[in-house]
Nanobody, 118 residues
């Protein structure tokens, strides 16, 4: 059974930091690109950051230089370090695993709420 379990969300003031964790099981971690997405109320889900199976990273423009995605292949876990948080970062954050080999299935976690107050 595939499981992606996010944790680390919470409420912080602007300028604060949070570290999100996505623990995976039931997948071959090295066969998956890992991504963090977020969805604010009334908005579409958007990509925040992605890290490939090889470790290459890419970020949405508004989080560059503030957020860092990383992965631990021993713990089968992906992280999102979020610094200098802004109220507009408030959203539910989701972890996604996308298999790089066919079938290119994708799995989602249940999400974790991040709330940033001004």
């Amino acid at each position: 059974q595939v499981r992606l379990v996010e944790s680390g969300g919470g409420s912080v003031q602007a300028g604060g930091t949070l570290r999100l964790t996505c623990a995976t099981s039931g997948i071959i971690f090295s066969f998956n690109n890992m991504g963090w997405y977020r969805q604010a109320p009334g908005k579409q889900r958007e990509l925040v950051a992605v890290i490939t199976s090889g470790g290459a990273t890419n970020y949405e423009d508004s989080v560059k230089d503030r957020f860092t995605i990383s992965r631990d292949s021993v713990k089968n876990t992906v992280y999102l370090q979020m610094n200098s948080l802004k109220p507009e970062d408030t959203a539910v954050y989701y972890c996604k695993a996308t298999r790089i080999y066919t079938p290119n299935v994708a799995y989602w976690g249940q999400g974790t709420q991040v709330t940033v107050s001004s």
